[in-house]
């Protein structure tokens, strides 16, 4: 059964940083691209940021340069550090391989008060 659980986020000042995480079921984690997606009111979700089972990342340009993702396959789990964060970033985010599993976590709340 595919497990995603995502953790970290919360509400912080415009400028301020967030890390999250998420686990994933190890049978998915091992063999495929991870991505933070999210999904802001009234948005569709969108990719954020991706990570390939080599290292290999790719941002979308909004994030690039103040987000990072990592993963530990050891632990099954990939992180997203988000700096300088901005009140656009507001959503909730969500991993999910890449391409999207039709399974999603619950994801995790991230507001950016101006």
């Known amino acids: 059964q595919v497990q995603l659980v995502e953790s970290g986020g919360g509400l912080v000042q415009g400028g301020g940083s967030l890390r999250l995480s998420c686990t994933a079921s190890?049978?998915?984690?091992?063999?495929?691209?991870m991505g933070w997606y999210r999904q802001a009111p009234g948005n569709e979700r969108e990719l954020v940021a991706r990570i390939s089972t080599g290292g290999r990342t790719n941002y979308d340009v909004s994030v690039k340069g103040r987000f990072t993702i990592s993963r530990d396959n050891a632990k099954n789990t990939v992180y997203l550090q988000m700096n300088s964060l901005k009140p656009e970033d507001t959503a909730v985010y969500y991993c999910?391989?890449?391409?999207?599993?039709?399974?999603w976590g619950q994801g995790t709340q991230v507001t950016v008060s101006s």
């Open positions: 999910n391989t890449f391409p999207s599993l039709r399974v």
């Open positions: 190890g049978t998915i984690f091992k063999v495929n691209t």
